[in-house]
């Protein structure tokens, strides 16, 4: 069965910093994070296709670094000079392989909240 496992989500003070982590159980192609904050929408944070290629929200460039192991599997979010903005449930979200087709899948959520 295919899924995303995060892990990373916690309490921190503003200015401090957490690692987001998720594992996928199979070959993916772009992985990446969203979030969503209690009364808003789902947002994407950051994206990084399997060859490289990044993209940020506004709201995160130059705090926030996504990267991946493919060996693995594996797509991290290292965010730093967190914000109580930055408060949500974030959830990673990849396109995986199996044979000849490709289905997107969500994580289960890892809660982010970022204290004055």
């Known amino acids: 069965q295919v899924q995303l496992v995060e892990s990373g989500g916690g309490l921190v003070q503003a200015g401090g910093s957490l690692r987001l982590s998720c594992a996928a159980s199979?070959?993916?192609?772009?992985m990446g994070w969203y979030r969503q904050a209690p009364g808003k929408q789902r947002e994407e944070v950051a994206h990084m296709e399997r060859l490289g290629t990044t993209h940020y929200a506004d709201s995160v460039k130059g705090r926030f670094t996504i990267s991946r192991d493919n060996a693995k599997n594996i797509v991290y979010l290292q965010m730093n000079r967190l914000k109580p903005e930055d408060t949500a449930v974030y959830y990673c979200?990849?396109?995986?392989?199996?044979?000849?087709?490709?289905?997107?899948?969500w994580g289960q959520g890892t809660q982010v909240t970022v204290s004055l």
């Open positions: 979200n990849a396109d995986i392989v199996r044979g000849p087709t490709m289905k997107n899948y």
């Open positions: 199979g070959s993916t192609e772009t």
